[in-house]
């Protein structure tokens, strides 16, 4: 029996019905689906810096309301960044 190519569990960026997380099982790093979950990330992260720098800009001078909102965003973006440190880990361990 030959090996065949390696197939591999990737955690993609994004959730699905009921906010559980979505997987992708491939044996193509470079095909169509992760190169989206590539982008994705990418945008995420960004985002994320972006929202971070806002906020710290925010802070000194911030309404109730939009503390709040910001600390919405901020648990969004939070959540984001951990479901891609939690990919790229599960994907270095593979």
Do not use: N, Y
């Not at 955690?11 to 009921?18: A, D, N, Y």
């Not at 190169?35 to 800009?57: C, K, N």
Request: charged letters at 30%.
């Amino acid at each position: 029996m030959g090996a065949g190519p390696r197939r591999t569990l990737r955690l993609l960026p994004w959730t699905g019905p009921e906010a559980k997380p979505c997987f992708l099982i491939t044996d193509d790093e470079g095909g169509r689906l992760s190169r989206l979950a590539d982008i994705t990330e990418a945008t995420q992260l960004d985002m994320g810096a972006r929202l971070l720098a806002h906020a710290e800009d925010l802070l000194p001078d911030a309404t109730e309301a939009q503390l709040r909102f910001l600390a919405e965003c901020l648990t969004e973006a939070l959540r984001d960044v951990l479901r891609v440190a939690e990919s790229r880990e599960l994907r270095t361990r593979g």
